[in-house]
């Protein structure tokens, strides 16, 4: 299977706290994708983060990715009910053209 | 913003039909893609398209077609349904070479009884 792993599967924490969420893949990849879904949705994208990038950030997300150990980080500061939702990190593997998608960790935060 | 609709939010079905789902991107996006997606398995590509009349094979195109006859419209077809296809199906549309974030539509949850 060309896709990875997000750890952990469920995330449970209380309002104002950080939330951390990692994805590891297996094959060299073009860039990596964070998305998220609200229950019942469609994914919405929320950062890119290139193979030749460290690190990058978008308001309360800072994104790490680790290419040597094949593994991104997504960090929610001071987190908020409406973060309730799952992530998915997606991946384009070098030569590919597709997405591949991780199966998601499943974010609750508690008010 | 890029919207990307699909025809029906929720879809009931018998075993045997033929089933058409259909989505509609307003943003010229040369790319479409159809993924379903199934608790515990995260998505997963069905089939999608570069351009109009071109098609490529997903991860499990297997019991499923496609058809693209206008850039903006990309159509799922179940050519005769089975209750393992019954699924969420998610459409989405993304710009150039498919390394662009892709826009998804809010999904259609299929039964097949």
């Known amino acids: 299977s060309q896709q990875g792993e997000e750890d952990p599967q469920a995330l449970s924490i209380q309002e104002g706290e950080n939330a951390t969420m990692n994805c590891s893949y297996k094959?060299?990849?073009?860039?990596l994708q964070w998305y998220r879904q609200n229950s019942g949705r469609g994914l919405v994208h929320l950062i890119l983060?290139?193979?030749?990038?460290r690190e990058k950030h978008s308001g309360r997300l800072r994104v790490t990715l680790d290419t040597s150990k094949k593994s991104s980080s997504l960090l929610i500061t001071a987190s908020r009910a409406a973060d309730t939702a799952s992530y998915f990190c997606?991946?384009?593997?070098?030569?590919?053209?597709?997405?591949?998608f991780g199966t998601g960790t499943r974010l609750t935060v508690i008010p | 913003d890029v919207k990307v609709t699909q025809s029906s939010r929720y879809l009931v079905k018998r075993t045997g039909e033929k089933v058409f789902l259909e989505c509609v991107q307003d943003m010229d996006h040369e790319n479409m893609f159809w993924y379903r997606q199934d608790p515990g398995l995260g998505l997963r590509l069905i089939y999608f398209s570069y351009d109009v009349k071109m098609k490529e094979k997903g991860d499990i195109p297997e019991g499923y077609s496609v058809s693209r006859e206008k850039k903006e419209r990309f159509s799922l077809i179940l050519e005769s349904a089975s209750t393992n296809q019954t699924s969420m199906y998610l459409c989405a549309s993304s710009l150039g070479n498919g390394i662009q974030p892709q826009h998804f539509g809010d999904g259609t949850r299929l039964s097949i009884l």
């Open positions: 997606a991946r384009i593997h070098t030569g590919a053209n597709n997405l591949f």
């Open positions: 983060i290139r193979s030749n990038e």
């Open positions: 094959t060299s990849i073009n860039n």
